[in-house]
């Protein structure tokens, strides 16, 4: 990729509102080739980067043309996070996730279709590995799932629990029989084809709106 395109660097926190909705575009692309269920397709998903993304402007003493980089990702609070690989002036790759004291939680990443044959969405993550330490952080957390992609990527795996905390007995029932019936679809040969060929019909399917 560099020698046909041009030098490969890694912007770890690029701060254009430019790449931002390009990233979104090629992610929520990718989502629609691939009969991906849509994370963007609510408002609040949209909403919710925007104000991430925009968190570190409000900071005293932080300007928008004055990016955060080196040891005080692992000084931080909550804030989002754009990285972005470059082959020559072009956008090959991007990520949108979240910086939290050193933690980089990662999100979304997404790449040009029309670089697909040198591997970008990879080169991105390796570069964001390979520099992480000098940008103060200490840990890249690639989130809920068990897609094959995490598991080749990821050293250490925990467990993640949830329930819900109510006093009405039905809340509770409902709660468990829902459940139950998404652990035993889970467990459905060919689940992920299944999946498709539904959000191929309706592509808002398993979209929960928040109230």
């Known amino acids: ?45 949209r909403d919710l980067i925007e104000t991430l993304y925009t968190n570190c402007f409000e900071r005293p003493g932080l300007q928008p043309d004055s990016p955060v980089g080196g040891s005080e990702f692992s000084n931080e609070s909550l804030r989002g996070i ?55 952080i200490h840990c890249v957390d690639m989130g809920y799932g068990e897609q094959p992609y995490k598991k080749k990527q990821t050293g250490t795996t925990t467990d993640v629990f949830h329930g819900t905390i109510t006093d009405s007995r039905w809340h509770r029932m409902a709660f468990a029989a829902e459940a139950s019936m998404i652990q035993a679809l889970k467990r459905v040969p060919m689940k992920e084809t299944v999946k498709r060929a539904i959000r191929t019909i309706n592509p808002s399917a398993g979209i929960k709106k928040l109230k």
């Open 1 to 45: 990729m560099g020698r046909e395109i041009g030098p490969v660097r890694l912007e770890m926190d690029c701060r254009c509102p430019k790449i931002l909705k390009q990233t979104i575009a090629w992610k929520r692309a990718q989502y629609q080739r691939t009969h991906i269920l849509d994370l963007f397709l609510p408002d609040w998903t």
């Open 82 to 136: 754009c990285s972005v690989l470059w082959a020559g002036d072009q956008p090959v790759a991007t990520h949108i996730g979240m910086i939290e004291h050193g933690r980089l939680h990662y999100w979304f990443p997404a790449y040009d279709p029309a670089y697909a044959r040198y591997s970008p969405g990879t080169a991105l993550f390796t570069e964001i590995i390979r520099k992480a330490t000098s940008h103060g």
